[in-house]
């Protein structure tokens, strides 16, 4: 169904469904009277054109992964991000909270090779807000947003990912994909030329969290993913980056990279911040919702007006 809303008459009202046609349920508005509004909006995600520190990855064709951003500090790639709107960028907790002037970050889109990269395609970072819940020792609530200065034109370079459904059963074994700039060897310390992605399978967080693996240090907020044998695996540099995993509509970011014990070591694989668990808090920055209550606020005092 689809209902046309203009500048004037932008409410739809909708009435509990009896009889007759669907059409008879629904009422174009220029106020809403009762004042309940549900407001939905429509947005792309997930999907790539018709077409990493990753330990043991490959390089890849461009638009692959067009949500995948480089955040930089300065004139230096630190971590990872992905685009989850025009102007909003999702990232660790641990890159960018002992750094939250805005003006000391560029975040730079739809690139593959960082020598590609010029210092002035960079977008401007207009605030940063990380999880209030964010703990430095433990990294639990790894996750961070960054308002963008000006929205992002999609392409099929630049894209924006979907987030997970809240309820979903990840399943062991799934198959996702990490990528990132990170360092490509544990004993190599530089970031890579060339964007890299590896397929990880996820693991179960109780098996993660056994004894022979994180011991407990887990909480809800992660999940793993990688290889009991080591071997493929983030690292330093791929922080903030995305794991992703398609379902039957769209990639979806279920991870963010967030930590592990070493790199592509045996019996510790990655840790990801679990994106599904924090879905509320993403929402709730990035909704503007004061935008939208000033709109509704004047239109309540309006109509509360001409009451006696
Ligand atoms: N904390 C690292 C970073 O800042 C990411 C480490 C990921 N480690 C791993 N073994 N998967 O880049």
Redesign the pocket.
């Given at each position: 169904m689809d209902v046309k809303v203009n500048d004037t008459r932008e409410f739809v009202q909708v009435r509990p469904h009896q009889e007759g046609s669907l059409e008879d349920m629904w009422q174009v508005r220029s106020s809403c009277e009762s004042h309940q509004i549900v407001a939905l909006k429509c947005s792309e995600c997930g999907l790539r054109p018709g077409a990493a520190?990753v330990v043991g990855g490959a390089d890849m064709p461009p638009g692959r992964w067009p949500w995948q951003v480089s955040v930089y500090q300065g004139s230096q790639h630190h971590?990872g991000g992905s685009v989850l709107a025009r102007e909003w960028i999702v990232t660790?907790a641990?890159?960018v909270h002992r750094q939250l002037q805005a003006s000391s970050w560029l975040v730079f889109t739809g690139i593959i090779t960082r020598a590609s990269v010029r210092q002035e395609d960079g977008v401007s970072v207009k605030k940063i807000i990380y999880h209030p819940l964010y703990n430095d020792h433990s990294l639990d609530y790894d996750i961070a947003l960054m308002k963008l200065q000006v929205p992002l034109n999609f392409s099929d370079a630049i894209r924006a990912v979907c987030l997970p459904p809240s309820q979903q059963d990840l399943f062991q074994g799934t198959q996702c994909w990490v990528s990132g700039w990170?360092y490509t060897r544990p004993d190599q310390v530089q970031v890579t030329e060339t964007l890299k992605e590896v397929l990880v399978p996820l693991i179960g967080t109780k098996r993660c969290n056994s004894s022979c693996m994180y011991a407990g240090e887990l909480t809800a907020r992660m999940l793993c993913a990688?290889y009991l044998q080591g071997k493929i695996?983030?690292?330093?540099?791929?922080?903030?980056g995305p794991l992703v995993c398609q379902d039957k509509f769209a990639w979806r970011l279920v991870g963010i990279?967030?930590?592990?014990?070493?790199?592509?070591?045996p019996n510790?694989?990655?840790?990801y911040t679990n994106v599904a668990q924090l879905l509320p808090w993403i929402y709730d920055i990035t909704e503007d919702a004061a935008e939208h209550m000033s709109k509704f606020e004047m239109d309540y005092k309006h109509t509360a007006k001409k009451q006696p």
């Open positions: 520190r971590c660790a641990h890159c990170g990688g695996d983030a690292c330093q540099g791929d922080s903030g990279v967030s930590w592990g014990q070493g790199c592509a070591e510790h694989p990655g840790v």
